[in-house]
């Protein structure tokens, strides 16, 4: 079964950093692009973040680029979104999806900025 | 940046009845190697966005074959064909055609 599972989320202060986790299983993860999608409180869905299967292109949304970083570890099946300088328009619950078409999705973990 | 429009945002439908919901981009979704990368979503209340159509008009595995997608260029359609109470939640178009990847507003779909 196709699955990804995200962590690392929590309360951070302004100005913080926090490291997100997608663990995925059921593929061969290092054949796939990977995206981090969010959703902040009430509102609809972002595109956050892109990385191609070999970490060659990557892309970021304007409202995260310089402060956030996305990698990825093939070798344990792992993403990465590195979030720095954090702001209260962070928060939200963020999801790893698979593919450039975003086929998979997983639960999503909740991101909290507040002082 | 490829602005998704959609309409309406809010679509109470009754029980049993059609439904459709529009989704028009700022830019032509056509990519230069031919394809249309139009996705809609569904996002139920308390769980993870799931993809149920790709490439315009292609219906993901597993999902029920009341929905249908359609549209070309910039205008493109979700489509189902007798709602059901599953079905409430927040359906979003989605462009993979042109960076960044955008999302439209959300259409909340509810039982009448």
């Known amino acids: 079964e196709v699955q990804l599972v995200e962590s690392g989320g929590g309360l951070v202060q302004p100005g913080g950093s926090l490291r997100l986790s997608c663990a995925a299983s059921g593929f061969t993860f290092s054949s796939y692009s990977m995206n981090w999608v969010r959703q902040a409180p009430g509102k609809g869905l972002e595109w956050v973040s892109y990385i191609s299967s070999s970490s060659g292109t990557i892309y970021y949304a304007d409202s995260v680029k310089g402060r956030f970083t996305i990698s990825r570890d093939n070798a344990k099946n792992s993403l990465y979104l590195q979030m720095n300088s954090l702001r209260a328009e962070d928060t939200a619950v963020y999801y790893c999806a698979s593919r450039l078409t975003m086929d998979v999705w997983g639960q999503g973990t909740t991101v909290t900025v507040s002082s | 940046d490829a602005v998704m429009t959609q309409s309406p945002l809010s679509l109470p439908v009754t029980l049993g009845q059609p439904a459709s919901i529009s989704c028009r981009s700022s830019q032509s979704l056509v990519y230069s190697d031919g394809n249309t990368y139009l996705n809609w979503f569904q996002k139920r209340p308390g769980q993870s966005p799931r993809r149920l159509i790709y490439?315009?008009?292609n219906r993901d595995s597993g999902v029920p074959d009341r929905f249908s997608g359609s549209g070309s260029g910039t205008d493109f359609t979700l489509k189902i064909s007798r709602v059901e109470a599953e079905d409430v939640g927040v359906y979003y178009c989605m462009q993979g055609t042109h960076w960044p990847h955008t999302f439209g507003q959300g259409t909340k779909l509810e039982i009448k």
């Open positions: 490439k315009v008009s």
